[in-house]
């Protein structure tokens, strides 16, 4: 599993160049749709993360009514909160080239 608590990412949005963005792969809209992939993928794995760990906090049904604060289980979700974002994550690591990713361009089918 991936620790993105390390990860380099910037923790607020940065407006970033899209020249040098679809370099690597040459079109805007496949260097878009590679980073919201990866992006979902990062999204689901940090929500099984948290999932796990709060279920260790988890009450009965009948409990439920009954509201209480705890510490733990609130630092808990501060720590995800203060996280980047998942497509901030997503697109360090396309800047990085961290991602293996295949294109099928139209224009590769054709040759």
């Known amino acids: ?7 380099k990412a910037p923790k607020t949005t940065i407006t ?10 040459g079109n805007v809209y496949e260097t878009v ?7 979902n993928q990062i999204a689901s794995s940090l929500k099984r993360e948290l999932d796990a760990k709060l279920q260790d ?9 009954e509201t209480f604060e705890n510490r ?7 720590s995800y909160e203060r996280m980047p974002k998942p497509t901030l994550i997503a697109t360090q690591e396309f800047i990085d080239g961290e991602l293996e990713y295949s294109t099928n361009s139209r224009d590769e089918a054709l040759k």
């Open 16 to 25: 970033r160049d899209m020249t040098q963005l679809t370099e690597q792969v």
């Open 33 to 39: 749709a590679i980073i919201a992939r990866r992006s």
């Open 72 to 78: 733990e289980q609130i630092e808990i979700s501060r």
């Open 1 to 7: 599993m991936i620790d993105y608590k390390q990860t």
């Open 57 to 65: 906090f988890s009450m009965p049904q009948e409990a439920i009514e």
